[in-house]
């Protein structure tokens, strides 16, 4: 499976929209991109995923660049409850291994 | 409700004794998983399972087993040979299959080795 990077910590004002990167330059053509986050010691929570197409569902949006190498998960309107660690994650369809990084630490200020 | 239910939530454990963590989900998934978390740190596969009677090693299966008798219960036994058991550690379910690769998560499961 494609390894992802993520940066360590990121800041957001609360009320601007929250962009989280995430870079996966060896994904193959049939590894989906998915998205969860963790609020503090509880288990993680589902987001959002794609392949290929941007996608957006009531919680956020995800970019994926036209080479698939990198994505862009979108919070829109950052609240103070979105302070959670972020994992990007890649996962080859039909395969249920899921490893999670490091993720992101995005802190929401007031 | 549907959902996953770990037992015990908390745990203490001497060294050198095997403890087993509790994980049943009713929401008829195939798959499912045990993760580890230590302090500040991401999550980290043990064990996955994708049907019964099937379970794969994640990146640190050494000193941990797992059994998958019944689809509905995905058992995790932390060995004596563990060197650092304490951890947090998350039970997760998922529909399997091509494009389902959304985990439901239990409580988790803290053990603390005395």
């Known amino acids: 499976d494609a390894k992802t990077t993520q940066p360590p910590s990121m800041d957001c004002a609360e009320g601007r929209a929250a962009n989280l990167p995430c870079n996966h330059s060896?994904?193959?053509?049939?590894?989906?991109v998915y998205w969860y986050r963790q609020i503090h010691s509880q288990g993680p929570q589902y987001i959002i995923h794609g392949l290929k197409n941007n996608e957006t569902n009531e919680m956020a949006s995800l970019i994926i660049t036209e080479d698939r190498k990198s994505s862009t998960l979108i919070l829109p309107h950052a609240t103070l409850r979105d302070t959670a660690v972020y994992y990007c994650i890649v996962r080859v369809a039909y395969n249920n291994d899921m490893r999670f990084g490091a993720g992101t630490r995005l802190t929401v200020k007031p | 409700d549907g959902g996953i239910t770990q037992s015990p939530k908390y745990l203490f454990r001497k060294e050198g004794q095997n403890v087993t963590l509790s994980c049943e989900q009713n929401l008829n998934h195939d798959a499912m998983y045990w993760y580890r978390q230590d302090p500040g740190q991401g999550l980290r596969l043990i064990y996955y399972?994708?049907?019964?009677?099937?379970?794969q090693k994640g990146d640190i299966a050494e000193g941990y087993s797992v059994s998958r008798e019944k689809k509905e219960s995905f058992p995790l036994t932390v060995t004596s040979a563990q060197k650092n058991p304490t951890a947090f550690y998350l039970c997760a379910s998922s529909i399997g299959g091509p494009n389902t690769g959304e985990l439901f998560f239990g409580e988790g499961s803290r053990l603390t080795v005395l």
């Open positions: 399972s994708q049907i019964v009677n099937d379970f």
């Open positions: 060896t994904i193959s053509g049939n590894e989906y």
